[in-house]
């Protein structure tokens, strides 16, 4: 579904260059749920936002789904991310003045879907984050976790091939966690590809898998003992 | 999409409800003031006969030596604007055209036939039969005098609605007399409302003027020794008296010729040269008079119809626009970046540059639209406050065509789309990825 093969991402200023991946290479395969853990400055969201098509990479190789993105031009790539991506950000990122509904029509709009499909889309992905009672609600009338349920339903309504999740708890209070987590493990069960970013070794463990990224590189965890020790010491 | 854009755009604009109100009166001050100065430079710069424009022709006459007083301020051909008595007996009396008149302004004291109303001045113009074919003066009654009538300055008037209104209460009058000057005209035609924007055929005094109340025969008047209310320049000296100041070179008539055709412009050209020719050689001028010939076109702006000083105020209004668009500019700009965020998760669920673009270019025209119904506003509320502050030439220049409205209300939408690429482009650049770091 996703792989990327030494994979690099460098920055360049006219006096440094830096790299936020080097040699990165990973392989999510259709139906995984992988947690990419790793240290601030990591290159974590950087991962996240090349394996979301939000940002070219200097070297390497990436397929998604198949294709190999290198040279896409934004045409091409915002269309890949439309029918193949869905994104789930930390801060939610719903548009304020948009309702519910309105917000999880957002990427069926760009989709080109006729009317009927997309309100079939919206009433079939809210009730799937449990919200269809709230579509004519606006963000500011919602808790943070139906916020971000509303934002898993946006990602859901296209049927993407994966779900690209950013910290999905990482401005939810532990309860409203839970809840979010355990959507997205119900959306794995049912057969979803998800990738999930994350600080909190409580969730990466939840996660089929867990890749860790330090200096802009994966890490074994087998080879870093104290790593999983760490990250199983917080459950 | 463009129903989608435009209801973002209207969730966008009340977002923000103030910085909206100011881009929409940014841009409507700019182009109430700026449509206010061009409709009253359009009136003043149209075309007031656009059908025969090109086939009208002022003609004038270099019967002044060239060392003499300057007539015409900055005329580079030192031609007077107007022609003497003479020049216009003459060129009458040659029929060199398809149709010509000599004409002047003058004025006469009419007494009512009805007791209730008092005597009053009527501004009349004095001039030939073929000025109202010449000039496709439209008929409510009657029609133009005849040759006959010309030749026997006979007492007959045509007159304006406006007076047919207020002495017969706009019944037919044709055939009924009217007192002027305590001689009896007989009414022979009702025109319609005519009222030409410049007065191309008269612009010694009042470019913007009425076509005045009646017109009567040329010849009734040099008889009844009526003098002009136009301008009179004289050269040389000027003997006392009617006669004295129709044998004098003092100039004071304007002349029209109509050439409906190319040839005909040439041969009136050779004829009028042939002519000064004559007047030199019967010992009239020790030098050969130029001759000059200016369709109305040329005529406007030879004559200066439009001031400079009105040009000058349309570049001013026209630059306040630039400044009022410079602003809605810097404002559209803080709203489109304080919103890219947003764009930014747009992109993320798929919207191209296309898209986002798109999207804040209809909701410039959003702006630009509303900006320009409410500088629509604007320029209608100008426009009164001229009329209001000023003559009724200004009033007669004042009126916002079909063609104006529509003006108006596009010119806001295209200045406020130009003023938001900018903005725009600074939009679709914005890296989705990083706005999603940032957050």
């Not at chain 2, 449509?35 to 009208?56: C, H, N, W, Y």
Request: proline share 4%; charged share 20%; glycine share 10%.
């Amino acid at each position: 579904m996703l792989k990327m093969t030494h994979l690099s991402k460098a920055y360049r200023t006219e006096v440094v260059e830096t790299y936020a991946l080097r040699e990165f290479s990973i392989h999510v395969r259709e139906g995984e749920f992988v947690a990419v853990t790793g240290p601030s400055g990591s290159g974590k969201t950087t991962f996240l936002t090349i394996a979301g098509l939000l940002e070219e990479f200097s070297g390497g190789e990436y397929r998604l789904d198949g294709a190999d993105v290198r040279g896409l031009n934004d045409n091409q790539r915002s269309r890949l991310r439309n029918e193949k991506i869905g994104f789930i950000f930390q801060a939610f990122n719903l548009i304020p003045d948009l309702n519910v509904a309105d917000n999880v029509d957002v990427p069926l709009r760009y989709r080109g879907f006729n009317g009927a499909e997309r309100r079939r889309r919206i009433q079939e992905s809210l009730e799937r984050v449990g919200l269809a009672a709230r579509s004519r609600h606006y963000p500011s009338e919602l808790s943070g976790g139906q916020q971000q349920r509303v934002a898993i339903a946006r990602a859901l309504a296209g049927s993407p091939r994966l779900l690209l999740a950013d910290e999905p708890t990482g401005n939810l209070d532990t309860q409203m966690a839970r809840g979010v987590m355990e959507l997205l493990e119900e959306l794995h069960r049912d057969g979803a590809t998800i990738v999930m970013v994350t600080h909190d070794p409580e969730l990466a463990i939840r996660a089929q898998r867990e890749v860790h990224i330090v200096d802009g590189q994966v890490v074994n965890l087998t080879s870093s003992p104290r790593l999983v020790v760490g990250a199983h010491a917080g459950l | 999409m463009f129903a989608y854009y435009l209801r973002l755009a209207l969730h966008s604009l009340r977002r923000n409800v103030v910085l909206t109100i100011l881009m929409i009166l940014a841009i409507g001050v700019g182009i109430g003031a700026s449509m206010t100065t061009v409709t009253v430079f359009r009136a003043m710069s149209g075309d007031p006969i656009p059908e025969k424009s090109a086939q009208l022709f002022a003609i004038q006459f270099g019967n002044w030596p060239m060392n003499g007083p300057q007539m015409v301020p900055g005329d580079g051909e030192g031609l007077q604007e107007q022609i003497s008595y003479r020049e216009a007996v003459n060129l009458m009396d040659a029929h060199a055209a398809t149709r010509q008149a000599a004409m002047y302004s003058t004025g006469l004291a009419l007494t009512p036939a009805n007791p209730q109303l008092q005597p009053f001045q009527v501004q009349a113009r004095a001039t030939y039969r073929d000025l109202f074919p010449m000039f496709d003066v439209p008929f409510r009654y009657g029609g133009a005098w005849s040759a006959d009538d010309d030749r026997d300055h006979a007492e007959v008037v045509v007159i304006s609605r406006a007076l047919n209104d207020k002495l017969f209460a706009g019944a037919n009058s044709v055939g009924k007399t009217l007192s002027l000057d305590n001689h009896d005209y007989r009414v022979v035609g009702v025109i319609e409302k005519w009222e030409p924007i410049p007065r191309f055929y008269d612009l010694t005094t009042d470019k913007y003027g009425t076509s005045g109340d009646l017109f009567l025969p040329f010849t009734r008047a040099i008889e009844a020794q009526m003098e002009t209310w136009g301008n009179s320049n004289c050269s040389g000296n000027v003997d006392p008296g009617w006669e004295g100041r129709l044998n004098s070179e003092c100039v004071w008539i304007q002349f029209w010729a109509e050439l409906p055709t190319p040839a005909d412009v040439t041969r009136y050209r050779a004829f009028l040269k042939n002519y000064a020719t004559e007047q030199q050689r019967s010992g009239r001028f020790d030098w050969l008079p130029r001759t000059g010939m200016h369709d109305v076109p040329g005529w406007l702006i030879h004559e200066h119809a439009v001031s400079n000083e009105v040009r000058i105020l349309v570049l001013v209004s026209f630059s306040f626009l630039a400044v009022c668009l410079l602003n809605a500019m810097g404002l559209m700009l803080a709203k489109i970046m304080g919103r890219s965020g947003d764009m930014s998760v747009r992109r993320a669920l798929g919207a191209n540059r296309g898209a986002v673009f798109s999207q804040c270019l209809i909701e410039a025209g959003v702006i630009g639209l509303a900006g320009g119904l409410l500088g629509l506003g604007l320029t209608i509320l100008g426009l009164l406050g001229l009329r209001s502050l000023f003559s009724d030439e200004v009033n007669r220049l004042s009126h916002l065509s079909p063609t104006d409205v529509g003006l108006a209300v596009l010119l806001g939408v295209a200045a406020t789309v130009v003023a938001g690429l900018y903005p725009t482009w600074r939009a679709v650049q914005v890296q989705p990825a990083w706005q999603l770091k940032a957050q």
